[in-house]
């Protein structure tokens, strides 16, 4: 399988609401595939404080218009990999990256190769380091696992960056290579999404006691959600009281992908 890492950097952390503002891909040997900064859909140049991506910035690195960039990522893609399968890595990729970069696709009507597919390296890292502290971000795991080195500086949030410590991240998981598949699912745009279990939404958690309820895969909760008539505030509310589920932010979570799989299949 051909794995690409890759990540993005945006003007706000609304998956669905939100533009591309620079995108890093790496092939697993390293080499820079693509590395980018884009002009904002939107227009709304903004979370500079977190990206440090200014106007000046996308100016002096001619970035591109959204359309540009969606056309040089297929373009990279069939010149690297040909018509080959490849999947897309990222770290919470399922809960972000995924979406914002479908989403983006979507905008400029641009259609993904059907054999794209994605892989979220979060919830692997979860599952494998149960015990990491204090929480499960990027840094947190890179120092952890990988150990930074005496003066060595990383630009967390800028999205090269960012993938060359992922990179490192996704090598040492390769002792877990077998469990790969259980982080990997299709396109939320394909109608093959619907056929995935649900532990391939982010945040699911088998005590959530969908299956009791007799929902087994994510076409059954996508089916839940359209009883709800899309409406993400009240399916929320639903699943937190239905199911007993107590942290919002998971259910937040869920809701989000639902609501993208809604949006991307329209």
Same mark, same amino acid.
């Given at each position: ?14 998956v669905l609401d939100n533009s591309i503002m620079q995108m890093t891909m790496l092939s697993t040997d390293g080499t820079i595939l693509l ?39 297929? *373009?990279? $893609?069939?010149?690297?990999? &040909?018509? #080959?399968? %490849? ?5 919470? !990729?399922?809960? +972000? *990256?995924? $979406?914002?970069?479908?989403? &983006?696709? #979507?905008? %400029? ?5 059907? !054999?794209?597919? +994605? ?8 599952? #494998? ?20 080195? #005496? ?105 989000n992908q639902m609501n993208g799989i809604h949006e991307f299949n329209k």
């Amino acid at each position: 399988m051909n794995y690409i890492i890759y990540d993005l950097e945006t003007n706000g952390i609304n998956v669905l609401d939100n533009s591309i503002m620079q995108m890093t891909m790496l092939s697993t040997d390293g080499t820079i595939l693509l590395n980018e900064y884009v002009y904002p859909f939107d227009g709304i140049i903004a979370a500079t404080e977190i990206h440090k991506i200014d106007e000046k910035k996308l100016k002096e690195s001619n970035a591109l218009t959204l359309d540009q960039l969606v056309q040089k990522v297929k *373009d990279v $893609i069939r010149e690297v990999y &040909g018509r #080959k399968d %490849v999947v897309f890595v990222a770290y919470n !990729n399922f809960g +972000f *990256d995924q $979406i914002v970069l479908e989403r &983006g696709f #979507k905008l %400029v009507n641009h259609k993904m190769p059907v !054999n794209w597919y +994605f892989m979220d390296v979060m919830p692997l890292i979860k599952n #494998k380091f149960p015990d990491l502290k204090p929480n499960y971000k990027l840094a947190t795991v890179y120092e952890n696992l990988i150990k930074i080195k #005496k003066n060595e500086e990383i630009n967390y949030h800028n999205s090269l960056d960012d993938c060359m410590c992922l990179l490192e991240i996704f090598v040492k998981c390769y002792e877990f290579y077998d469990d790969f598949n259980k982080y990997t699912r299709n396109q939320l745009s394909s109608a093959f999404i619907f056929e995935e279990r649900l532990n391939k939404l982010l945040y699911y958690d088998k005590r959530m006691n969908f299956e009791f309820h007799g929902i087994k895969n994510i076409g059954d909760l996508y089916q839940l959600f359209k009883v709800h008539h899309f409406d993400v505030k009240e399916f929320q509310e639903y699943i937190k009281t239905k199911f007993e589920v107590r942290n919002g932010f998971y259910v937040k979570v869920i809701v989000n992908q639902m609501n993208g799989i809604h949006e991307f299949n329209k």
